[in-house]
């Protein structure tokens, strides 16, 4: 199951002498020890040594030290330095503020600065709306964290979520052209999360939750969306759910089956497990079978939470009480968003012919995919070195670019289904295959279709 990533690139400069043929022995170590070779230079070529950088990808820091130890047991070659390439690109933090206007003159400061810009600001005392049209607010998005849930990391804290929040302000601007900043908040009381949100809103046009752990996100993005005249978007619930759902739909097109006829098996009911659910039966689902960490959900299960409270009305509809294997036996389809090798392959091969498994715990699923694909049909993951990636950044930065163009206000499931329907269109009857469910994260005509979709549901 491990492969190598580019998440774990190092470049590593090594010296020897001519020779010992160190590009050959450097090379020969690294590919030996289960490292993919991305670049070598030569940096410095003389009678008495070669020196050489490499750069490859390994599959975890782990890996990165033992080949960098490997390389330093072989008594021809030296490690002068080993750089990793992760690190490098954070230097510094991913994103800056540029100014739209020049500033190279007292004209031009005249106008951007003061005196001219008093008669900005009295424009919009005597008419709030003139704010969209005349500041930033029309195109800023805030990327909003505590630093709960980050990623698999979990519970790290505010500073320690910068660079996830960092990296997705980064998609905002590469993908739509979207100004999104992070704020990252130094508290986990609701009560305070919503009201730092609530006083720094006038400068957004938009809201974008991320990594806030369940429950809490629930009554967070609940009670943001009834104060603000702005969109509030969970992305780790609707943006999450949105991509499954399109996937979903081209999947049951490959293996010609109806939502509302298939039996559906999930692992996960937290903030994205329930979004799921909830987007799908919205959808047409009628069967969906909910576990978590406690067993599966049925009407003997106990909650004071509203997401869960709804789960237990909503799924279930035959209250099946059995534990994760006994459900798989005939089910359609599988839906992950949990923890890995919570299934078996066993499991998988129970599944109803043309089964569908959407593995999509990360960086490890629920099940290995290669041994998913021996008996399922259609087989995702959340990882970007296995086809069919189920991604968020095929979704959100789309349904932003609509909701600002919209001048939108709020969000309806209704939205969040035309999203969906966008993104599963982007693949062509031609191009749809069990390898391709979903449209490149890269593919120029996502974000358009999405925004457009958007808009139309406004």
């Not at 600001?121 to 704010?131: R, S, T």
């Not at 987007?279 to 049925?298: H, M, Q, R």
């Amino acid at each position: 199951m491990a492969s190598t990533s580019p998440g774990y690139g190092i470049t590593i400069r090594v010296e020897g002498h001519p020779s010992s043929q160190p590009v050959a022995l450097a090379t020969a170590v690294i590919t030996g020890a289960g490292a993919t070779i991305t670049a070598l230079d030569v940096v410095e070529s003389l009678l008495e040594k070669v020196v050489i950088d490499i750069t490859c990808d390994t599959i975890d820091a782990a890996h990165a030290e033992e080949i960098t130890e490997a390389i330093d047991k072989k008594p021809e070659l030296t490690v002068r330095k080993v750089s990793d390439r992760t690190f490098l690109l954070h230097l510094g933090g991913k994103i800056e503020i540029q100014s739209k206007v020049p500033l190279k003159t007292r004209d031009d400061l005249s106008r951007a600065y003061t005196p001219g810009v008093a008669r900005i600001c009295q424009a919009i005392a005597d008419e709030p709306a003139n704010a969209r049209r005349l500041t930033i607010k029309r195109n800023t998005v805030a990327v909003v964290t505590d630093g709960s849930a980050v990623l698999g990391l979990g519970n790290i804290g505010p500073a320690a979520a910068l660079p996830v929040m960092e990296g997705k302000a980064a998609l905002f601007k590469r993908f739509a052209d979207v100004d999104a900043w992070p704020v990252c908040i130094d508290s986990q009381d609701v009560d305070e999360i919503v009201r730092t949100v609530q006083l720094i809103a006038p400068v957004y046009g938009g809201i974008n939750l991320e990594d806030i752990s369940a429950p809490r996100c629930f009554e967070i993005e609940r009670r943001l969306r009834e104060l603000l005249d702005i969109p509030v978007f969970h992305d780790d619930q609707h943006g999450t759910a949105i991509v499954v759902s399109a996937a979903l739909r081209n999947s049951l097109k490959l293996v010609k089956k109806n939502l509302s006829d298939v039996k559906i098996v999930m692992s996960g009911a937290g903030a994205a497990g329930t979004a799921i659910a909830r987007l799908l039966v919205k959808s047409g689902a009628k069967n969906i079978i909910g576990f978590d960490k406690d067993g599966v959900i049925c009407r003997d299960t106990k909650s004071d939470d509203p997401m869960r409270t709804w789960f237990i009305d909503n799924c279930n509809p035959n209250n099946f009480s059995g534990n994760i294997s006994d459900a798989m036996n005939g089910a359609d389809i599988f839906i992950g968003v949990s923890a890995p090798n919570v299934i078996s392959e066993s499991d998988v091969a129970s599944m109803a012919k043309g089964s569908i498994v959407f593995a999509l715990a990360n960086p490890d699923p629920e099940i290995d995919p290669v041994i998913a694909r021996k008996y399922a049909a259609v087989v995702a993951t959340g990882r970007s070195d296995q086809p069919n990636q189920i991604n968020n950044v095929l979704a959100f930065p789309g349904i932003f670019r609509g909701l600002l163009d919209a001048n939108a206000s709020k969000i309806t499931d209704e939205l969040l289904i035309a999203a969906a329907e966008a993104i599963a269109d982007c693949v062509s009857p031609e191009q749809l295959n069990a390898s391709f469910i979903v449209p490149s994260v890269f593919d120029p005509h996502v974000v358009t279709a999405v925004a457009a979709a958007v808009k139309k549901s406004v």
